[in-house]
């Protein structure tokens, strides 16, 4: 089998299409919750906090000389980084329980009885000649 032909048939797969897609769908959301923190969650929280800006707290190790740049610990964006996760994973959490209440729920649902199987022809025959021979007596 050629690696081409190969390659083919991996990539079609369903499994492989899915992931795509959920990382597509992932990368999209985790930029809109980091808007959503960065611009929504983190500004009210500076001003409680006495007009903090996260993003721009940092501590200078050293600082800039001649041509070389400070070199800055930027904790706050590391703050900003903690929340974004943490509002992420709580979202992930509340989707993946409904989707498991969904299952639960699907599950739990009374189904309807299969209907009998149809008797294979040779029942159907046999059945027949059972018919036949009682007739005879």
């Known amino acids: 089998m050629s690696v081409l032909k190969e390659f083919k048939e991996f990539a079609v797969k369903g499994n492989v299409v899915d992931m795509a897609v959920g ?19 983190m500004p009210p929280i500076g001003v ?8 721009g707290l940092a501590f200078t190790v050293k600082a800039a000389a001649g ?33 498991n209440a969904l299952k639960k729920a699907e599950e739990q649902a ?17 059945a027949e000649i059972r018919d036949l021979l009682k007739e005879r007596k």
């Open 67 to 99: 041509g070389a740049p400070a070199v800055v610990i930027s904790y706050g964006k590391f703050i900003q980084t903690l929340i974004d996760f943490t509002i992420i994973a709580f979202a992930i959490f509340m989707a993946v329980k409904v989707v």
């Open 110 to 126: 009374p189904k309807e009885p299969a209907a009998p199987a149809a008797p294979s022809r040779e029942e159907v025959l046999l």
């Open 48 to 55: 409680l906090l006495g007009g903090v800006d996260f993003s």
């Open 23 to 41: 990382i597509i769908i992932g990368a999209a959301f985790g930029k809109i919750v980091s808007s959503f923190v960065g611009d929504v969650i």
